[in-house]
């Protein structure tokens, strides 16, 4: 009897401990958390690099850093599927969240938002003011622009939320060096102009849901044709960005230039795709494999510049 309750209690926690964990890194959006991160360290890296600081005597500040920036990143998406719970129960998507199948309450999912923005931001302001202050002008505009207003209002939604989602390696570097620079608004451009792309491609296979959630996205608002030269355009913007980072020297430009040039080449396609769909997934498994690539190449090869 007890083993069978013993059994049937330990059957039970453990699904519910695997889901509850599940449930939270999906409300965190941990697959966006863990990218902001390479872009967050990238940019400390990179500021360690170009100036004459070494990271072994800054590690307090690399921690602070890195918790800081992942704990506000968790933090704005938490507080975004909290204002999205009237449409994310419509779309297939997000429909599956823990703020729409009701397994976390309202005020639970408000209180971790908050509880992970405040630590998040005791520390990035603990590793300097200009990362804290960045680390505001990321939440405040993936928060408030984006997810409170543009993103159901505006057909400019993806460009605005954009913003947010190249701050991340401005916070990295602000931690080490608070003057920025070429650098890093190297590192905020291509972040900007990669965003568009990467989201209107998962847009068009979202379409409909989009529709039914009376969210402007731009192939709901504007048609497939029209998004596909706007990601033509936007991939083509990215072709002079890697030059802003010479100082990773040539052979940087030259991986840079042949992920331009591979992206732009999958673009063009696009505009003979029997399958628009399918066209549109492999533009959005590049869009990843292309930040992920490229990001990981300025690690490396700021070793050897
Ligand atoms: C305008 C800005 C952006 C928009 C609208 C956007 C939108 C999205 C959406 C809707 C998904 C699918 C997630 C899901 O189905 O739950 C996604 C996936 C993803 N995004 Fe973005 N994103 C943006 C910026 C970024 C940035 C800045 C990064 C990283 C630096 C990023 C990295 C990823 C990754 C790694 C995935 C796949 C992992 C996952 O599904 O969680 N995105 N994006
Ligand atoms: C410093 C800081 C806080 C930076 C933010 C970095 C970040 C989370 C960037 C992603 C921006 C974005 C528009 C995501 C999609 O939200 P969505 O509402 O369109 O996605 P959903 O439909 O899956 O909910």
């Known amino acids: 009897m ?23 890194l999906a409300l965190i959006k941990i697959g966006i958390v ?26 307090d500040v690399m921690f602070y850093t890195l918790v800081g920036a992942a704990f506000i990143i968790a933090g704005s998406g938490a507080m975004n599927n909290y204002i999205d ?16 199948t ?16 405040i630590v998040g931001e005791i520390l990035l302001f603990m590793a300097s003011f200009a990362a804290g202050m960045w680390g505001l002008a990321g939440i405040l505009s993936y ?6 207003w543009s993103k159901r209002k505006h057909v400019s939604n993806t460009v605005v939320g ?16 608070p003057a920025l620079g070429s650098g890093a608004l190297a590192l905020f451009l291509i972040m900007f102009v990669w965003q568009p792309p990467h989201f209107y491609a998962l847009a068009m296979k979202r379409t409909e849901e989009y529709r039914a959630a009376n969210i402007p996205m731009l192939p709901v608002v504007k048609g497939f044709a029209r998004t596909k030269r706007s990601m033509l355009a936007w991939v083509l913007l990215l072709f002079p960005l890697p030059f ?24 063009l396609t696009g505009f003979k795709a029997a399958d628009d769909l399918k066209w549109a997934n492999k533009m959005f498994i590049y869009s990843l494999n292309y930040m992920t690539i490229l990001f990981v190449s300025m690690i490396i090869f700021s070793v050897f510049a």
């Open 143 to 148: 928060v408030v622009l984006y997810s409170m």
């Open 102 to 117: 009701g397994r976390f309450k309202s005020s639970f999912v408000l209180a971790i938002a908050l509880s992970l923005l």
């Open 34 to 59: 863990n990218s902001n991160l390479v872009t967050t360290f990238t940019g400390l890296w990179l500021a360690f690099q170009f100036t004459d600081k070494h990271f072994l005597q800054e590690l």
């Open 162 to 177: 954009s913003i947010s989602g190249a701050i991340p390696p401005l916070i990295g570097w602000a931690a080490v060096e």
């Open 85 to 100: 719970q009237d449409i994310d129960p419509i779309m297939k998507r997000t429909k599956s969240r823990p703020t729409v």
């Open 244 to 267: 802003l980072l010479m100082k990773l020297g040539i052979g940087f430009i030259i991986l840079a230039t042949v992920l331009n040039l591979g992206w732009f080449g999958l673009a």
């Open 2 to 24: 007890s083993n069978g309750r013993t059994l049937t209690a330990s059957r039970n926690t453990e699904p519910e401990a695997s889901s509850f964990v599940k449930d939270f």
